[in-house]
């Protein structure tokens, strides 16, 4: 039975993410749906913010994730657990972009 229902969760769990109108302009890649034992899927995907520091975009990047939960929740998923490991961005195009402008 899991087998012949593994597109239709990935299709759910794509259409959650995808329509989370706080997650729209901020997913930055493509979502990965990994099956893993136990009829659990691990979804990644990276999720670019322009936040002052790594607490506030983990923070952010929760919040925008509880809206999916509330919408897979209504079609009876159960998010088991949210993970965030912000990284700075190189920026280095920046600082060449503003030293042209303000010579």
């Known amino acids: 039975m899991y ?3 593994k597109e239709k969760i ?4 794509q259409t959650a993410f995808l329509n989370e ?3 729209k302009g901020y997913i930055t890649s493509e979502l990965t749906l990994r099956f893993l ?5 691990r979804v990644e995907y990276e999720f670019s913010c322009y936040d ?3 607490q506030e975009a983990e923070g952010f990047s929760n919040y925008c994730v ?12 159960r998010m088991e657990g949210i993970s ?11 600082d060449e972009l503003e ?3 303000f010579r």
């Open 21 to 23: 109108e706080s997650l």
């Open 37 to 41: 034992d136990g009829y659990k899927v």
């Open 3 to 5: 087998e012949g229902m």
């Open 10 to 13: 990935k299709n759910d769990i």
């Open 52 to 54: 002052e520091n790594e």
């Open 99 to 101: 030293s042209m402008v």
């Open 66 to 77: 509880k809206g999916v939960q509330s919408r897979l929740e209504e079609l009876g998923y």
């Open 84 to 94: 965030s490991k912000a990284e700075e961005m190189d920026m280095g195009w920046l």
